[in-house]
């Protein structure tokens, strides 16, 4: 069956959910993926800012669909995003988010030294000590998936602890790698988004620099268009 094709902004959205092969994919980036996931969202932040011409294919995990094939055969443990750029196929959003700034120019990667450490160090503040903790909050308020009330205390601790050192660091800069919008802006906004529907709203009004870096970053166009707000 062919499927029917949509444009939204500069992407191509294929529906219904099927695997964008054969004749006029063949060299089309392909995003794998739901645009609601926290993960999906960084990957279309980055198309967005990048402005990398796609097609996004909508992966159903309402439906279970990440959990089986064909999209099994593009991401091995069931989880989305995945690409395929041409042949070249791959998972893991935050990979994917490097590969496409590379691809489209490197703009969102500091030029220097320090700052690209800067950019991988709270790359991995988010991977290792923030998004686990927020999405306990994000399942429970957002998508209402119950969780244990020892793991929505445990959870809140940890997210109290990240949200301290990044207004102590948000102190310092307009944003996380310094004074420039990067990679690792991108990879925390999906949480935050999600998070000021959660109890996470309070903890952020105590803390006026990642408040005012919330404000910058949502506020982009980019991003509004991600969220559906424009």
């Known amino acids: 069956m062919v499927p029917a094709l949509r444009t939204i902004d500069d992407a191509i959205v294929v529906d ?8 006029g994919f063949a060299t089309m980036l392909t995003i794998f993926g739901h645009s609601m996931s926290t993960c999906t969202r960084k990957v279309l932040m980055t198309l967005a800012e990048t402005k990398l011409p796609h097609e996004f294919v909508t992966v159903d995990f309402g439906k279970n669909e990440h959990k089986n094939q064909p999209h099994l055969g593009r991401q091995p443990f069931g ?9 070249f196929a791959f998972y893991e959003s935050r990979a994917i988010c ?3 700034n590379e691809k489209a120019g490197g703009n969102l990667v500091p030029t220097d030294i ?4 800067l950019m991988e160090q709270w790359i991995s503040i988010e991977t290792s000590n923030f998004s686990g903790h927020a999405m306990k909050f994000i399942y429970q308020d957002v998508f209402k998936r119950p969780q244990e009330a020892a ?3 445990t959870a809140g601790k940890g997210i109290e602890k990240a949200l301290g050192v990044m207004d102590a660091r948000l102190a310092k800069s307009p944003y996380f790698a310094g004074d420039s919008f990067t ?9 935050v988004e999600y998070g000021m529907q959660t109890p996470m709203k309070q903890m952020i ?8 870096w919330w404000n910058r970053v949502s506020e982009r166009g980019t991003w509004q268009k991600v969220v559906g707000k424009k």
Not at 114 to 117: M, N
């Open 114 to 117: 320090q700052g690209r450490a």
């Open 98 to 100: 490097r590969y496409l």
């Open 205 to 212: 009004a105590k803390l006026p620099n990642v408040g005012g």
């Open 151 to 153: 793991v929505l205390e």
């Open 79 to 87: 989880q989305i995003p995945a690409i395929d750029d041409g042949g």
């Open 183 to 191: 990679l690792a802006d991108i990879v925390f906004m999906p949480y």
């Open 16 to 23: 219904p959910i099927t695997p964008a092969t054969g004749e």
